[in-house]
């Protein structure tokens, strides 16, 4: 026994025990704040993702609006020659971009979902140091 340690308690278990607590109490504060960490590392990127995504979406759409709207145009001129009516070939355009429009629409919602911004490698993470812990406790 070294000079500067304290005797054992006596039946040395209950000092053994309690630092057992201890250390898993240390372990699991300091596996929380990691945790944490991680969580807010995701969601940033996940979030800066989003925010990307969406700027993309808008300047794309102003382009489209523009390049939609000389075509329809276009289209509709070129329709009426075929047809021989500039309502009804209007009409057939503009039954069919507003199919389109909702297909896209369907898309893009699904696109920026919740579920894609959740934290999967968060939670699969704390799974994992829920089921080491236990196992450490128990084992």
């Known amino acids: 026994m070294s000079q500067g340690s304290a005797p054992p ?3 040395g278990q209950p000092s053994s025990i309690q630092s057992l607590l201890g250390d898993a109490l240390r372990e699991t504060n300091e596996l929380a704040r990691k945790e944490i960490a991680l969580f807010r590392a995701e969601m940033a990127s996940n979030v800066r993702s989003l925010i990307i995504g969406l700027a993309c979406m808008v300047s794309s759409a102003v382009f489209a609006v ?3 709207l000389v075509l329809i145009g276009a289209f509709v001129k070129w329709l009426a ?3 021989g009516s500039e309502w009804l070939s209007a009409l057939i355009v503009g039954g069919v971009l ?3 429009a909702v297909v896209m629409a369907l898309v893009a ?3 920026l979902s919740l579920s894609t911004l959740a934290p999967t490698r968060t939670t699969r993470q ?3 140091d829920a089921r080491a812990l236990s196992e450490r406790v128990s084992g």
């Open 81 to 83: 020659t075929i047809v």
């Open 9 to 11: 308690p006596p039946g």
């Open 66 to 68: 523009v390049a939609l």
């Open 109 to 111: 919602r699904n696109a």
């Open 126 to 128: 704390v799974r994992q």
């Open 98 to 100: 507003l199919v389109l």
